[in-house]
């Protein structure tokens, strides 16, 4: 065993211990968190405003502060963009602007304080200990490179303070040791063409040992896929004459395609944030057969949870954030009911409030999760609150396309790659499109009636809407090429993909009807 998988064993087990006590005892943690956050943010212009000093209880704390959402904080983050120094949503200054993804819509500039970056660091620390502390060769990740799908962590700045994205800050930031096992480096993070990218991306893992894949699952899967059909013979042509040719003429067939598992026999770990990734474990179990698939819970306002257990899910950290939550019958409503985290009931949904040493007080993230467990804390089924489309009254959400499109691949053994579900109400009766990309042809008919079926067990007004003739049948078009590779060259590395949506433009990259 090497010197430093010694030392992050040692860690490792150290952690364990503050894992367990966090999940073993979730209200306690969450209620000491907002009492140190009360005392620590006392003196910012928030806390003045809402009396942080005489805050005695979580009961208190909600009846006194009130709810807030990014477009009510608006005028408080421009003081915070012309006075990032002048401790207004905390009582110590911003050290830089996280540009969120934009899956929303426009990109936004969210701060962050030193104690926002530890927390984050903290988060990342347990996902990554969870998994080492489920098996001891599990830290044999550390013999090899751990690669990570980054964006710049400085785009620009905002009266000195510095902008970038939260995958390039938190590495620039992170332990120094930790930091080096990470690759490529910010020197490739920082390239902006999509394509040279990619090539930079395919050189640093056919020169090293890859161990581990991080980042949002379906880029990291577009990448995996050129490797295995297009970048074989550019790679054999680059490292001509290098100790690395015969790693890669190896690994290729007679028509220049690449075998991953080959190229990469020790990669043990793919790492998962950003979307649901339930819809695409069948493809990426079919092509590494031998990772493990892990998860991890980020948002630009804090840390929100890392998976611990080896069963699908992401643990909640109560410790980190302080937690309330809308139940999903409430969030339309302008006086919604907010339940601590001890009432949360098992297979409910609910909109998620975070307090955070950030500076975000009773914030609505805008995130919906599924409670799948309560010892612990545990959530699925991750979306934005805004995803739902609506064509005959049935609400369709994000969270029940990805579940049936997981549902579906499992049923039909399809292995998705990429997908967006278009809402289409152009003609005399609307109907919902598949728009998918499929690592091998699936019967389109199976598929839709596997979709159909698995949306009518938990939406009842959509097979409803069908059977009165107000919604039509549901298509499948296939994706010539990836929609969100596209939507990623276009835009930025951080582009999360859109699981439901009225946009009519994800057909451009299907075959005809």
Request: glycine share 8%; proline share 5%; net charge neutral.
């Amino acid at each position: 065993m090497s010197i430093l998988r010694k030392l992050v064993s040692i860690v490792a087990k150290r952690k364990a211990r503050e894992i367990d006590r966090v999940l073993n005892h979730p209200v306690e943690e969450s209620n000491r968190l907002l009492t140190d956050i009360l005392k620590k943010q006392q003196d910012s212009i928030l806390g003045r405003r809402y009396g942080f000093d005489s805050i005695k209880t979580p009961e208190e704390y909600a009846e006194r502060v009130p709810l807030t959402d990014f477009e009510r904080m608006q005028p408080i983050l421009e003081k915070v963009y012309q006075n990032p120094m002048g401790n207004i949503m905390a009582s110590e200054p911003v050290i830089w602007y996280l540009t969120t993804s934009g899956s929303t819509g426009k990109q936004k500039q969210m701060p962050i304080t030193k104690s926002g970056l530890k927390t984050a660091s903290i988060g990342g620390a347990r996902m990554w200990m969870g998994y080492m502390n489920q098996h001891p060769d599990n830290t044999r990740i550390l013999d090899g490179a751990m690669i990570m799908f980054g964006a710049p962590s400085v785009t620009g700045e905002i009266h000195g303070v510095p902008t970038g994205y939260g995958s390039g800050v938190y590495v620039r930031n992170q332990n120094k040791v930790f930091a080096r096992l990470i690759k490529p480096g910010e020197d490739v993070f920082c390239i902006e063409d999509m394509e040279e990218k990619m090539k930079a991306y395919a050189l640093c893992t056919a020169k090293n040992d890859v161990t581990a894949l991080q980042g949002i699952a379906t880029l990291s899967l577009a990448f995996v896929r050129r490797m295995e059909e297009q970048y074989g013979p550019w790679l054999l042509e680059q490292l001509k004459g290098t100790m690395h040719e015969k790693k890669v003429r190896n690994s290729m067939d007679s028509d220049g395609r690449i075998d991953v598992s080959n190229l990469w026999p020790n990669l043990k770990l793919f790492v998962s944030g950003g979307i649901d990734v339930d819809p695409y474990r069948k493809w990426i179990k079919s092509t590494l057969p031998d990772v493990t698939i892990w998860e991890g819970y980020a948002a630009s306002e804090g840390y929100l949870g890392s998976q611990i257990l080896p069963e699908p899910g992401l643990q909640l950290m109560p410790d980190l954030n302080y937690l309330e939550f809308i139940p999903e019958t409430e969030i339309d409503k302008e006086d919604p009911i907010v339940v601590p985290l001890s009432d949360v009931k098992k297979g409910d949904r609910y909109e998620l409030v975070m307090s955070n040493q950030n500076g975000w007080y009773r914030y609505r993230l805008g995130d919906m999760v599924t409670i799948t467990r309560i010892d612990p804390y545990t959530v699925r089924s991750i979306s934005r609150k805004g995803g739902i489309v609506s064509l005959a009254g049935e609400k369709l959400s994000d969270a029940h396309v990805a579940n049936a499109m997981a549902e579906a691949c499992r049923a039909t053994g399809a292995q998705v790659m990429d997908y967006s579900v278009v809402g289409v109400a152009d003609g005399d009766i609307p109907y919902y499109a598949i728009a998918a990309m499929f690592h091998q042809d699936v019967n389109s008919s199976e598929f839709v009636a596997a979709f159909e079926e698995a949306i009518g067990k938990v939406n009842w007004e959509f097979t409803n809407s069908q059977g009165m003739g107000a919604l039509g049948p549901t298509i499948l078009r296939k994706m010539k090429t990836s929609r969100h590779e596209q939507v990623v060259k276009e835009t930025h590395l951080q582009a999360k993909p859109v699981p439901l949506t009225m946009d009519r433009s994800v057909f451009a990259v299907c075959e005809a009807a």
